[in-house]
């Protein structure tokens, strides 16, 4: 069955300073999520990509679909203490409506 | 405001106990829901898609007469953990979409604790 990889699983980063989160898939997707969790929340739709090599941005958040829609990667600028959590990518293969959560990155931030 | 609403958010209960969870669809129908299961620091992990007005789809593993769910209407379905046991503990969070290739609401989750 398909598969989502995401690395890395932690991410401690200095406040101000940039970090990226990447998902690959075993099998070319119809579209690509991100989402959010929070602490002891629930995960939080951020974006959806779904044209080959897409690139949407977010304010600080910057997401980018690969050209063969497998592979996709968040980067973070300038990290405050409020993008502390869990960023999930979830892939949608073709001809299926499921989702495949790749295992997210825990980011913690030191001020 | 919410999209989805999910309860109860938190239950403890004893071994044996059957727990119903309920999600609902606040102001879109939705044909499918999705139930998930996540451990702590891991990942979510699909457990099953409920259809409205027949069975559910379960994955791999996951015991179809454990986890009973019902779909009996565009904007609620129910989860019941039955004759639950303490490997059953984990946070249970289901999800919506107004189309099925639409990004997913979720509810708050459920906490399920057994004693």
């Known amino acids: 069955g398909q598969q989502v990889m995401q690395i890395p699983q932690y991410q401690h980063v200095q406040e101000g300073e940039d970090f990226t989160t990447y998902c690959n898939s075993s099998t070319t997707l119809s579209n690509i999520q991100w989402y959010k969790q929070r602490p002891g929340g629930h995960p939080v739709f951020l974006i959806q990509?779904?044209?080959?090599?897409e690139v949407k941005k977010q304010k600080r958040l910057t997401f980018q679909f690969g050209e063969a829609k497998k592979n996709s990667s968040l980067h973070i600028t300038a990290t405050q203490t409020t993008d502390v959590g869990t960023y999930f990518c979830a892939g949608q293969p073709l001809n299926d409506y499921k989702l495949s959560f790749g295992a997210g990155t825990t980011v913690t931030v030191r001020a | 405001g919410a999209v989805v609403s999910q309860h109860p958010s938190r239950v403890i209960c004893k071994s044996g106990t059957s727990v119903k969870i309920e999600c609902r669809s606040l102001?879109?129908?939705?044909?499918?829901m999705f139930w998930y299961r996540q451990f702590p620091k891991q990942s979510l992990m699909l457990m099953a898609t409920s259809n409205e007005g027949s069975k559910a789809t379960y994955e791999q593993g996951v015991e179809k007469d454990k986890f009973l769910i019902n779909h009996a209407s565009l904007t609620l379905s129910t989860l019941t953990v039955t004759s639950a046991h303490p490997e059953d503990s984990s946070f249970y969070i289901c999800?919506?979409?107004?189309?099925?290739?639409?990004?997913?609401?979720f509810g708050d989750g459920t906490r399920l604790s057994i004693l």
């Open positions: 999800s919506a979409g107004r189309a099925n290739n639409q990004p997913q609401h």
């Open positions: 102001d879109f129908q939705a044909t499918t």
């Open positions: 990509l779904v044209k080959s090599g």
